[in-house]
């Protein structure tokens, strides 16, 4: 039987791979899909999310392809989930305001695709309370975030923020020179 696990994965974290191990103990292919959107802005490009997921997957020993696909979409994940022959809805729980919205979301794909389940699955409490946008906050800050993502991630950050820090230095100490018009 196959699931999908859809996300941004912007970027995968420890919390997301916690519950990808666990539900590759109960299907046979798990569907990685990866949503693009092009009203969303994203911090990685749709290469580098798709890299990362990968990387971190092959790290963690998980046998890909024969247990892992990981593809992108766009688009409704009900309907995506009908093309690739998922049944099931792979979702992540950390708290009771998820719960909220991923109830709302699992009625609407019921109703848009009948036959569609969703499954929701808890992550370890030492990723309880992971987020990507948490991730992406505490890097920015300068944050240290290798207890929260794998280290490939975390070395994708430093080289992406390192760019963005020297990208500003210079616009800084170039606008910091006195005009020389009198």
Known sequence: MKALYAGSFDPITN????????????????????????????????????????????????????????????????????????????????????????????????????????MFFMPDERNFYLSSTAIRDIAKMGGDISAFAPHYVVDLYERKFKKRLIAKKFIFTLSSFPSSTP
């Open 15 to 118: 919390g997301h791979i916690d519950i990808i191990l666990q539900a590759l103990e109960i299907f046979d292919i798990v569907i990685i899909g990866i949503a693009v959107n092009p009203r969303k802005k994203y911090l990685f490009t749709d290469d580098e999310r798709e890299f990362m997921v990968v990387k971190a997957l092959k790290e963690k020993g998980v046998d890909i392809p024969n247990k892992i696909e990981v593809f992108r979409y766009d688009g409704l994940t009900v309907e995506y989930a009908k093309r690739v022959g998922a049944s099931i809805l792979i979702r992540g729980l950390r708290a009771v305001s998820d719960f909220d919205t991923e109830f709302q979301m699992t009625l609407f794909n019921r109703l848009l695709k009948p036959g569609r389940n969703t």
